[in-house]
């Protein structure tokens, strides 16, 4: 079992950038696969970046390709996300997610731990 706190959430201007941290506790972190999701009021929790366990491959949402860099130290227990040139419609809370799963899922229905999640918000 694996227990997550994001971190690194706040405001900040349209263009400027935020590192969001996952601090992981708990055995075997280094087999799971690690998702960024986001949840904006009124809208459902969508899909931001995955990174394969052993940081080998990673996904991203169109929204956020180019833009975001998700990765992950083991030895640290923890996983990143670099969001740059971020806009507005980044506004929202942000969730890690862990997966056991053989593939790097996109759907947060397939993930099986969750941190509580950090907000952001992006003013214009």
């Known amino acids: 079992q694996v227990q997550l706190v994001e971190s690194g959430g706040g405001l900040v201007q349209a263009g400027g950038s935020l590192r969001l941290s996952c601090a992981a506790s708990g055995r075997n972190f280094g087999t799971y696969n690690m998702g960024w999701f986001r949840q904006a009021p009124g809208k459902e929790r969508e899909f931001v970046a995955a990174?394969?366990?052993?940081?080998?491959?990673?996904y991203y949402a169109d929204s956020v390709k180019e833009r975001f860099i998700i990765s992950r130290d083991n030895a640290k227990n923890t996983v990143y996300l670099q969001m740059n040139s971020l806009k507005p419609e980044d506004t929202a809370l942000y969730y890690c997610?862990?997966?056991?799963?053989?593939?790097?899922?996109?759907?947060?229905?397939?993930?099986?731990?969750w941190g509580p999640g950090t907000q952001v918000t992006v003013s214009s």
């Open positions: 997610a862990a997966d056991r799963s053989m593939a790097v899922q996109r759907s947060a229905l397939l993930y099986d731990y």
């Open positions: 990174l394969r366990w052993s940081g080998s491959s990673t």
